[in-house]
C-alpha cells in the first residue's frame, strides 16, 4: 500500500476497533508522533546529495504497523528519504497481515518496522530494522535492568525525540553507499 493507503487504514482504526481495545492509546499518540515528524523533518544536504549518483531501480518495502511506536518514530523518516532517492519506489506493508515478516524476522522475533530494500530484479540489497542500533542499544539496557515497561518506552521516545532521525540517517547512509 501506499502512504495514502496506510493513513486510511490508521483513520479506520482510529474509528472502527481494527485493533485490540487497549492498542487504541497507541494509535492516537502514534498518529501525532507520526504527522509532526513528517511535517517537521528534512533529510540533511549531505544526505539528499550522497544519494543522488544512484541511477538504479530501487524498491523498498517498509513492515509497520500505526500501533507500532518504533515505526511511528521511524517510517516519516524513511519515506522522506525514499523521496529523495532516484529511482526508488515504495510499498507500507502491515505486519499483521503480511506473511513477509516471517522471512524477516530479528531475534526470532516479528519486529517492526522492518524495511527490505530490493533491486531491479527483486533480490534484497539489504535490511534494515526494527530501530536504529543506538536505540537498540538503550532498549536492551533498559530491558535488561528490568524496568517498566512504560518507563521503557518514556526513554525511547524521548531518545528519538533528542535524535531527530540523524541515527537513521546515518544507518542508512553506510547501507546505501555500500551497495550503489
Known sequence: MDLAAYQLHWKNALNA??????????????EVRFKRITKTFTPSAAFISSVQAIKNPNHWIIITEP???DAAQS???????????PNASY?????????????????GGKGIPKVIVRDEHGSDLF????RTEAAQ?????LKA???????????LHAWYAKDHGQSLE???????????
Open 91 to 107: 510499498t507500507l506493508e502491515l505486519r499483521d497481515q503480511s506473511s513477509l515478516i516471517e522471512t524477516y524476522l530479528s531475534n
Open 75 to 85: 517510517v516519516p523518516l524513511l519515506l522522506k528519504f525514499i523521496e529523495k532517492i
Open 127 to 130: 535490511v534494515w530494522g526494527p
Open 137 to 141: 542499544y538503550l532498549f536492551n539496557e
Open 170 to 180: 546515518s544507518e542508512l547512509m553506510v547501507l546505501i553507499h555500500s551497495l550503489f
Open 145 to 155: 535492568e528490568g524496568v517498566e515497561l512504560k518507563v521503557l518506552h518514556e526513554s
Open 67 to 69: 500501533w507500532c511506536g
Open 17 to 30: 476497533g481494527v485493533y485490540p481495545e487497549e492498542y487504541q492509546p497507541y494509535l492516537e499518540l502514534n
